[in-house]
C-alpha cells in the first residue's frame, strides 16, 4: 500500500493504525499539498455489501459532525476495489502512547479525557 496514489491525489505515505474493518494510512494530499489519514476497508470486506454499507454510512455520519473533539472527514470514494475515507490528520501521541511515556495518568487527567470523549459521544449521537 505504502506509495500507492489513490483517486490520483492521496499519496500513502506509512501505516499509523488498525482496526477489525480497516487499517489508517498517513498519505499526503497532492492537489492541497497537506497530510492526511487514510482510512482503508481490509480487502477481505471488499465484496462484503453489509461492511460496504457500515464502512459508506460511517463516512457520512462522520462527515456531518462538526467538533473540536472529532476528526474532520474530508473525502469518501474508491478506487478500484480499495475503498477508503481521508480525515483530516491530526499529529501526536494517542492516548496508550501518552500512558506507555508517562505512566498511569492523575485522577484530574482521567477525568479531563473521560469529559472530552464524553463530548465527542454525545455529539456523534445527536448527529
Known amino acids: ?3 500507492m496514489i489513490l483517486g490520483n491525489r492521496y499519496e500513502i505515505l506509512r501505516e499509523i493504525g488498525s482496526g477489525g474493518m480497516a487499517n489508517v494510512y498517513l498519505a499526503h494530499c497532492r492537489l492541497l ?3 492526511v489519514a487514510v482510512k482503508i ?4 470486506f471488499v465484496n462484503d455489501k453489509e461492511f460496504l454499507e457500515r ?3 460511517e463516512a457520512q455520519v462522520a462527515a456531518t ?3 473540536p473533539n472529532i476528526v474532520n472527514v474530508y473525502d469518501v470514494g474508491h478506487d478500484g476495489d ?3 475515507i481521508v480525515m483530516e490528520y491530526v499529529e ?3 492516548l496508550k502512547e501518552y500512558i506507555d511515556a508517562n505512566g498511569m495518568l ?3 487527567e482521567t477525568v479531563e479525557y473521560a469529559m472530552q470523549i464524553c463530548y465527542a459521544l454525545d455529539k456523534a449521537h445527536k448527529s
Open 1 to 3: 500500500m505504502i506509495g
Open 33 to 35: 499539498n497537506r497530510n
Open 41 to 44: 476497508l481490509k480487502s477481505e
Open 55 to 57: 464502512f459508506n454510512k
Open 65 to 67: 459532525i462538526s467538533s
Open 82 to 84: 480499495i475503498h477508503y
Open 92 to 94: 501526536g501521541q494517542t
Open 106 to 108: 492523575s485522577w484530574q
